[in-house]
């Protein structure tokens, strides 16, 4: 009896990457003994290509992004990653190399972030690619970092730089310019979730979340689960040395730096006087912590300050799919 | 500040079926305690418009059938179910109505099932519709039932009725006789996954795993991972009074009935000795099981015979993707 071609496919691109618990993906389910003494931290998300991805993005990376967005949520409640599943619907017609670049991209971070497959699902689709991981982390009972615990007074830290991915999306759109292999277009088609910060903060910062979706409007959903408003100081974000050059060439685009998606960093509060201890931690985990603003009393309104103190108008917050 | 669509729809559809842990959504994951000393079983199955559902199905139905299949990979391994996580990928001009109904049918399912949303995400899509459902389930450590551990003389089994799914989306394509609102398309629109008899079979089946790609196929699936064969009799297929009418009067539906997907039912091997019990367990889980053949020594090819006991050709074996 031949294996008909969905299942050759799954062994050929798809087995490789499966590790302890995945039984091969030869079962109908995977099996996994958690970690003792932790609490599971899950999250899921989806990618559609021509809304999160290009679809002449290469094959290496497309997989990639997908478990990195999802490693970020893991990072911004301070869990450690475990392990994913992956469901793939994909056109009949895709080129034979395609699923092989797809693969060897996600092997190469599941070496790079101590991670494996644990199961999924494979199908055809009429429409454009799409893809959905779920991933699993773990933290200490009681200890994940949460959008609640923010309090007026406390810092508004980032790390990294954040515009990067949106400055990226316009130069492989054409519309800025740019390298397709240069830094912007690689922060987009790659970010850098912050895994190693993420468990650094638990039991120091009092809030956190990634910034996937614009820094106004992120920053927003933490004010509005901790109760408190915020401001930020427009040259404190920090910026990468490209970001800044377009900046300083072209200062309309300081709203889509502060309101564009797929930044991936993480935005979380602490007391002032953790400023010293965050700044070690981070430069440990291997990327910059930025203080950027301060939170607030009162209602979950974010303002965004220039130089003088002014109020900046960004038109819109973030990114919406509907 | 007021939130995009997106959220409002988030808190409007799906916050209401968020369980313990999923911290209302409102965070970047998900976080759960893991029953004590249990395993962890893990599925994750993604569905296209046009592919898995009809686009015209009644909403109500969609959400239900994408998590009814992944129960059914619990039921397979014997677990039982805990929470779930789902990706939806949603056209822009969605009719309102249409989410309402999608979370009313999961809310149906969440009780009868007792299961709860961990947590997802929502995005857009300029294609079909497209789903993804990641489950959770738990098990005794070492009980999961698995494909390998079928043994020569040992029976095969089968749950409930085989054929309807397939026939049932005939009927709804109009190529078969038979109404939307009848047994046919009510069994394509909404398994019935066996989770109460997968848990029974624990410690009593040796091998298992559920029907979705067809019978003759997923049967072949459980051969290669035991490492034997198999031989099956048409007549003791088990099949409802709807199918058994049809199949009367059009004979040539049988090798469809016998390969079809969509069937959901649980397939699994158990001694001889063991067939009153399995007998009792299934009817106290409320569904009958049925014994339609024997596993064989030999190479994994499954034989479907006649009354006469000759060969009967099938032509396909089941439903492949690609």
């Known amino acids: ?56 993005d290469p094959s290496e990376t497309i997989g990639r992004k997908l478990l990195r967005t999802n490693l ?14 992956l469901t793939a619907s994909l056109p009949r017609d895709l080129p034979p190399d395609w699923l092989a670049g797809f ?88 970010p850098r979730p912050r895994v190693a910060l993420g468990q650094a903060l638990v039991g120091l910062a009092t809030a956190a979340m990634d910034v996937s979706d614009g820094l106004v409007q992120d920053l927003g959903h933490l004010c509005r689960a901790s109760g408190c408003g915020a401001e930020i100081e427009a040259a404190r974000v920090p910026l990468s040395a490209e ?3 377009l900046l300083a060439a072209r200062p309309e685009l300081l709203p889509r730096i502060l309101t564009g998606g797929d930044d991936y960093e993480l935005l979380f509060a602490a007391p002032p006087e953790a400023a010293a201890e965050i700044t070690a931690r981070a430069a440990a985990s291997g990327v910059a912590a930025t203080r950027i603003g301060r939170f607030l009393p009162g209602e979950a309104v974010v303002t965004v300050r220039d130089a003088r103190g002014g109020a900046i108008p960004l038109g819109r917050e973030g990114w919406s799919h509907f």
């Open 1 to 56: 009896m031949t294996l008909p071609p969905e299942f050759a496919l799954i062994a050929r691109h798809f087995r490789p990457l499966a590790g302890p618990g995945a039984l091969e993906l030869s079962d109908d389910a995977a099996v996994m003994t958690p970690p003792p003494g932790r609490e599971l931290v899950l999250a899921a998300d989806a990618m559609v290509a021509g809304v999160h991805f290009l679809p002449d």
């Open 72 to 85: 970020s949520d893991l990072a911004s409640m301070g869990a450690a990653p475990l392990a994913y599943l």
């Open 103 to 190: 693969s060897a991209g996600l092997a190469q971070d599941q070496a790079e972030f101590g991670i494996s497959l644990l199961g999924g699902d494979t199908t055809s689709t009429p429409g454009p690619m799409s893809f959905s991981l779920t991933i699993l982390g773990h933290v200490a009972p009681g200890q994940a970092l949460r959008r609640v615990g923010a309090m007026p007074g406390q810092d508004i830290w980032v790390s990294g730089t954040i515009g990067d991915g949106t400055l990226g999306l316009a130069v492989l759109l054409g519309e800025l310019p740019g390298e397709a292999g240069g830094h912007l277009a690689t922060r987009y088609r790659l």
């Open 243 to 245: 970001a800044a050059a």
